[in-house]
């Protein structure tokens, strides 16, 4: 089993049966996981038709947390999987492909803007349900919107915001790292706590193509798959599941947007 592990697509919905139908010709793929910053909201379910692939996607920090909270305690998150093909995957979840078990937490911090309530990054709490969830597979795949930071990932910050960090970020209690290795607190709690290393750790939120690999797990920063990592195509990044005991992340020639 081939996946496509798909980034930040901030509502541009209109564009994902394209790059679904594209990854399966072209990739084999047989599902999707996006990484957060889908674009949840009630307008974007109006938007869509059954999709031809089933997505799985977590949450980032551009989404409606709100929303949705409330179709989480109204259960609406099932009938989306049902009518669509769209599976809403929470914080802390322990999703199960092929056999194989991919822990996925999503949330990020906002580097713009305030941090809201519901929390749209990482908590605690989040952090210590995903431990719970996943500590009795030790998961060889996580998926989460953001990374951990100051553990040689070497994500870059964005110089345009190093005042909205320091307002938003740094002095409401929150360390998104060094600029030149940040990430999100929260996952950077995780990764000290995990006791295993996955083998592939997928990400987004900083809208690049990066890979690193750091204590024997590969870090692979997706992409956007909106455009707005200046790239007219999808990064077409797939997760190899076929052999459930050695998953792989392959980087294959882009998808046309």
Known sequence: M?????GDLHG???????ILRNARRDCGVSACIQVGDFGWNAACLQRFACLPLPVYAIDGNHDDHDF??????RRQTATWASSLGLHYVPRGSLL???????GCLGGALHAH????????FVTAADVQKALRTWRHRRPPVIITHSCPPGIGIG???DPQHAASVDRYCRQAGHDPGPDGDCGEPGLGALWAE???RPKEWCFGHFHTLHQESVEGTAFTCVGSGDGTDGSP??????LDLSDPLVPRVIVKPSLTL
Not at 2 to 6: A, M
Not at 68 to 73: D, N
Not at 233 to 238: E, Q
């Open 233 to 238: 195509s999808v990064r077409a990044v797939v």
């Open 194 to 196: 995990l006791d295993w």
């Open 2 to 6: 081939r996946v496509l592990i798909l």
């Open 96 to 102: 199960e492909l092929n056999g194989v078990p991919i």
């Open 68 to 73: 949705l909270a409330a179709a989480v305690r």
């Open 12 to 18: 541009r919905h209109d564009a994902l049966p394209d």
């Open 113 to 120: 803007a305030p941090q809201e309530t519901p929390s749209n």
């Open 155 to 157: 994500m870059k910050a």
